[in-house]
Nanobody
């Protein structure tokens, strides 16, 4: 059974930083991708960043470029999302997801497995 567990969310003031972790287990894919998505009440789930774990290629939404950094530790099957210079509009539930085909697209519909989410709240 594929399992994704997010951690690292919390409450932070604007301008602060958080690092989210996504620990994956129970799968046998070699060339997979991990994406980070976020969703706030009344809004659609949006892609934030993604990474092809086999070659490290990364992708970012325009809204987070220059502030967020995605990385991976393949030995631990863990992907991180370092979030700096956080803004109130970054407030959302953050989810990581695994894409078996490994394209690292930014469309939620193209991911196969999801974590339970972690809340990030940025106060102004």
């Amino acid at each position: 059974e594929v399992r994704l567990v997010e951690s690292g969310g919390g409450l932070v003031q604007a301008g602060g930083s958080l690092r989210l972790s996504c620990a994956a287990s129970g799968f046998r894919y070699d060339d997979y991708a991990i994406g980070w998505f976020r969703q706030s009440p009344g809004k659609a789930r949006e892609g934030v960043s993604s990474i092809r774990t086999y070659d490290g290629r990364t992708y970012y939404a325009d809204s987070v470029k220059g502030r967020f950094t995605i990385s991976r530790d393949n030995a631990k099957n863990t992907v991180y999302l370092q979030m700096n210079d956080l803004k109130p509009e970054d407030t959302a539930a953050y989810y990581c997801a695994l894409q078996a085909v490994g394209l690292a697209t930014m469309s939620a519909d193209e991911y196969d497995y999801w974590g339970q989410g972690t809340q990030v709240t940025v106060s102004s």
